[in-house]
């Protein structure tokens, strides 16, 4: 089995640790991969803005980049949703059409992948015991539609307490760029979602790009 790398623009210019930790994990499960240089964004910030057809460039060049891959597995569920979304973007008849159609059932999110192509649900993932919480990803549960599969291979991992976070369904507010376009609506939502996350009383943010310190969200500016 071969699995090309969805690399996002989120994991490879702000969190590359956690696409390498990804390439680590298949390839442990005896899964060769390769990482298409052709790729860029998917497209999302400009197509939610409102520019479709500016966007159709940067979309028909993913549909290419991944066009031999036998699937495509990203680490955001946001981006990868963005994924099973081309299809609808193109009219019957347009020769992009079956491509994207082609693209969006072999696209999934990292876990999303394991849990339901793969059949996994312990990695034999350990942990040092400290108290964790989850964020799901908007997207990832409307779009992709995967609510299941993150807490499966969680709920295996020795060691881990994953306390249940208040209010799961709530965005954490940032939606792209909704969070430049109405920052004073985005910032409420980053206050709600922050001060339901430090009432769990947890000591690490689990969320479907990364794992961080509490500490690094206890501040001032977002607790209002």
């Not at 500016?54 to 990868?80: H, L, R």
């Not at 609808?88 to 072999?106: N, Q, S, T």
């Not at 306390?163 to 920052?183: I, Q, R």
Request: charged share 25%; aromatic share 8%; hydrophobic share 40%.
């Amino acid at each position: 089995m071969k699995v090309s790398i969805f690399s996002t623009c989120v994991m490879d210019l702000m969190f590359p640790q956690v696409g390498i930790a990804m390439v680590e994990v298949l390839e442990r499960l005896g899964i060769e991969t390769d990482l298409p240089e052709q790729q860029i964004c998917c497209g999302q910030p400009t197509y939610n803005s409102g520019l479709a057809q500016e966007s159709m460039p940067t979309i028909k060049n993913q549909i290419d980049a991944f066009e031999s891959s036998d699937y495509v597995v990203g680490i955001a569920g946001s981006c990868s949703g963005m994924f099973t979304e081309y299809p609808h973007m193109f009219d019957e008849g347009d020769p992009y059409k079956e491509k994207a159609i082609d693209l969006a059932d072999k696209s999934y999110e990292f876990t999303q992948f394991l849990y339901r192509v793969l059949g996994i649900e312990d990695l034999g993932a350990t942990f040092n015991g400290e108290k964790a919480t989850y964020h799901r990803s908007c997207h990832m549960t409307r779009i992709l539609g995967e609510r299941e599969a993150p807490f499966v291979l969680l709920d295996k991992v020795k060691g881990l307490e994953l306390l249940p976070l208040p209010h799961l369904e709530n965005c954490c507010g940032f939606g792209g760029t909704f969070s430049v376009k109405a920052p004073e609506i985005s910032e409420m939502m980053v206050a709600e979602k922050t001060r339901d996350i430090l009432s769990t009383g947890a000591e690490i943010l689990n969320t479907n790009v990364d794992l961080e310190r509490i500490d690094a969200i206890k501040n001032p500016a977002f607790i209002k």
